[in-house]
């Protein structure tokens, strides 16, 4: 029997594999998918994500992967351009990334690997094992082999928006809103930038970023009512936008396309109650918001680190697990609520400027703060 089982090794799921197996847990880590592979992203981590990395070890392996820093951004809205100030000369580190899944999903599992726990790639959940009410473990087979049932005294939903976790145990959401936008995004050779870049025309948004082996990735997106025509001719309807940023069509149209386009209008906004009897959710299964703002993986980051230690504290006895539980589910949203309500409003609106990234920026910076706070409080992590 394992101490925790998690389902999904991805930006939620390994780190809390690994943070758990730090503590000395028995730690199983699923994932139908093997590593390195690719997944839908925003790619971006955003400063306090990437203090996480630092925190826990790991931003040297990511670095080491030649993925370039990102210390400016550019906003624009129509005519006015706007650069946010950089972080403080104190805060734990001045540069975000945007990494390539293949790249950042592969070192986030060696990390948990090396930590100690348990890896099962190609490993399909095919049902989660419940007594009751309370979660007991899964049942699930690899790819030509035959179906088990492991049991754990948790079992982690950290397998995304359509978790099989999440849809087993059928949580509470609450302050949920419909979707607001949709996107589509490729990799582009030949294409000069200076950090990364958000362009905001009306009705339409353009996002612009470096990322590995010196291509850019460059999304275009819009409301999502325009979702549907848009799809009935994705390059051609993807070039005309560009178009409508005039800086980014001009580079778009003079570079070299790399891969296939993928894009979505999939985006719910929601909370959901992440833990109950022998279950918890972490990442995209307990709380989703429009991918406008970049904010996943870093969420992600946070909500395994507040995850992992509510479980430790009460695996350990230091308090009852229900009650490191609950205080789990109020951090998440003291920080992710300020956030959350910043980029539904920033999707939701059909002509931005600035100003309506004014509580966006605060509500990061309250969420650098926190995680400086965590770190301060925190006895030295294990490497």
Known sequence: MYDAIVVGARCAGSPTAMLLARQG?????LDKSTFPSDIMSTHYIHQPGVAMLK???????????????????????????????????????????????????KILVDAAVEAGAELREGFSVREIVMDGDRVTGVRGAAKGGATV??????????DGLHSKVAAAVKPAEYDTKPTFTFAYYSYWSD??????ELHFPEGRYAIVFPTHDGSACVGIGGLTEGFHE????????????ADAVPTVGERVRGAKRLERFVGTNDQP???????????????????????????????????????????????????????????????????AKPLYDATCDIAAA?????????????????MQTMMVEMADAEKEVPA
């Open 269 to 335: 906004n929601y909370f959901r109650k992440p833990y109950g009897p022998g279950w918890a959710l972490v990442g995209d299964a307990g709380y989703h918001r429009d991918l406008v703002t970049g904010l996943g993986i870093t969420d992600a980051f946070r909500d395994a680190q507040l995850l992992a230690d509510a479980i430790d504290d009460g695996f350990a006895e230091r308090r009852p697990l229900d009650e490191a539980m609950t205080a789990y589910e109020q951090r998440r949203n003291e920080v």
């Open 149 to 158: 049932t492991e049991e754990a005294r948790i079992v982690i939903g950290a």
């Open 191 to 196: 294409f000069p930038l200076d950090g990364a």
């Open 55 to 105: 925190r826990w070890g790991v931003l040297d392996a990511l670095r080491a992967t030649n993925c370039p820093p990102i210390t400016k951004v550019t906003l624009t809205f129509g005519d006015v351009v706007f650069n946010p100030p950089p972080p403080p000369d104190d805060a734990p580190v001045q540069e975000a990334f945007c990494p390539r899944r293949t790249v950042l999903d």
């Open 25 to 29: 847990y028995r730690v199983l880590l």
């Open 230 to 241: 848009f799809r009935k001719d994705i390059e051609g309807n993807y070039l005309k936008e």
């Open 350 to 366: 059909e002509k931005l400027g600035p100003e309506q990234f004014a509580p966006f920026a605060v509500a990061m910076q309250a």
